[in-house]
Structures are given as structure tokens and as C-alpha cells.
């Protein structure tokens, strides 16, 4: 009833990690039931996701993840400058990233992170490759608002068949997560299995349209 009343519809429901643990991996039904929501998206090729605290990390990383997963080329691209987690979540090194790309000092391949699937997905001879937010930034809707970012997004639009942008946080950082969404074809929300109705408002006030939330549960 809760969901249904926020008009933001459950695409899957996937397994985060569990407290305390530093180790997390996508179980089988966690790919199947993101494989649902796949094939919408691949259409629009540029999501954007968003919400607030670790939720939208897990389901970016899932979704990405998923895609290659399916034998696709998936790009995911951390955009919270303010806070950058990515790396350190998933075992890749910090810098540069995309504040280091977005101020000209490195290069798109001093950017780009292939990451090697393993489990269930490491057959599929899908491609998964991440960007990190590099240092941290003081003012991030700044940079996100910059041509240079708009730019990016239609490169990697056209050389990946899903591109995955991690949004700063919806309430958190209001300017910063426009800025992001303002870039992508539809937004997802990454929400935990009980969310509050702001964050929810919030995302649907995003400039692409909302399909829905992947609920993580903990």
C-alpha cells in the first residue's frame, strides 16, 4: 500500500550486503529480477539513480552489473562528487575520476575502470566499466553543470548500450542530483524497503521521468 501510494512502482527487489560486511555479490534472483528491468532501459540507454544513503550505490552497481550480466556493455558512472564511495565499495582506485576528467586534468582512458564480473555473470561476455568520482569536491552542482559534463554523457551514450549515472543525493543535495538527472533518459530510485515519502516526492520532481524504485534490502 505504501508503494502504491507514491506512485513509484517496485521494478525488483534485490539482497544488499550484509551489516558489518565488506564482501557483497548479487545472488542468482537478484539477476533475474533485475533482467525485468532491463529491457525498458536499454531503450533509453541513460538512467539516472538516485535517492539517499548507501541504497543508490547498491542498485546503481546491481543494475550495471546486471546489464553486463545480460552480455551487454554497461557503463556506471559515479557522480557524487561530494562523497565519492564507489571505489572503495567496489575495489577500484579512487582517482582520477570524473571531478579530476571534468576539471581537464586527466584523460577519458585515465578515467575508465573495467571491472571483471565473476559468479553467475562471468560467462555472459558482457562488458561492465566504471568511472569513480575521483577527489572529493566542494561544489559539485558546479561542475555537474558544466557543458564538459552534458558532453561526457553523449559519448558514453554512444559507445555503451546502457549508461548508469549514481546521482548525489535527492534531498541532500538537491542542485547536484538535477544537474545529474537533468543528463538521463529516466530515473530510478535506489530505496530501502520502508523510504520516506520526501525522497520518494523528490525523485519524481526530477526533470526525466521516474519508472520506479529498486528496493534494497538489508
Known amino acids: 500500500m505504501l508503494w502504491g501510494?507514491?506512485?513509484?512502482?517496485?521494478?525488483?527487489?534485490?539482497?544488499?550486503?550484509?551489516?558489518?560486511?565488506?564482501a557483497w555479490s548479487l545472488r542468482r534472483r537478484d539477476f533475474d529480477a533485475l533482467g525485468e528491468v532491463l529491457s525498458p532501459l536499454l531503450e533509453q540507454r541513460v538512467a539516472a539513480l538516485v535517492g539517499e544513503g548507501d541504497e543508490p550505490a547498491i542498485a546503481a552497481t546491481a543494475l550495471a552489473s546486471a546489464a553486463a550480466a545480460s552480455g551487454g556493455r554497461a557503463i556506471l558512472v559515479?557522480?557524487?562528487?561530494?562523497r565519492p564511495r564507489l571505489a572503495a565499495q567496489i575495489g577500484l582506485a579512487p582517482s582520477p575520476g570524473l571531478h579530476e576528467y571534468l576539471r581537464w586534468e586527466a584523460e577519458p582512458a585515465d578515467v575508465l575502470q573495467p571491472v571483471a564480473l565473476a559468479g553467475p555473470a562471468a560467462a555472459a561476455g558482457g562488458?561492465?566499466?566504471?568511472?569513480?568520482g575521483g577527489?572529493?569536491?566542494?561544489?559539485?552542482?558546479?561542475?555537474?553543470?558544466?557543458?564538459s559534463f552534458s558532453h561526457v554523457?553523449?559519448?558514453?551514450?554512444?559507445a555503451y548500450e546502457l549508461v548508469v549515472l549514481l546521482a548525489p543525493p535527492?534531498?541532500?543535495e538537491p542542485a547536484a542530483c538535477h544537474a545529474v538527472a537533468a543528463q538521463a533518459d529516466a530515473a530510478i530510485a535506489g530505496l530501502p524497503a520502508a523510504s520516506s515519502r520526501a525522497i520518494r516526492s523528490a525523485v519524481r520532481r526530477l526533470p526525466p521521468?521516474?519508472?520506479?524504485?529498486?528496493a534494497v534490502s538489508g
Open 5 to 22: 501510494r507514491s506512485r513509484l512502482p517496485v521494478l525488483a527487489e534485490i539482497a544488499g550486503p550484509a551489516d558489518g560486511s565488506r
Open 78 to 82: 559515479e557522480c557524487d562528487l561530494a
Open 127 to 132: 562488458q561492465l566499466v566504471c568511472v569513480c
Open 135 to 147: 577527489r572529493p569536491a566542494t561544489k559539485a552542482e558546479t561542475l555537474l553543470g558544466l557543458q
Open 153 to 158: 554523457v553523449v559519448k558514453l551514450r554512444s
Open 170 to 172: 535527492v534531498l541532500a
Open 209 to 214: 521521468p521516474a519508472l520506479g524504485a529498486i
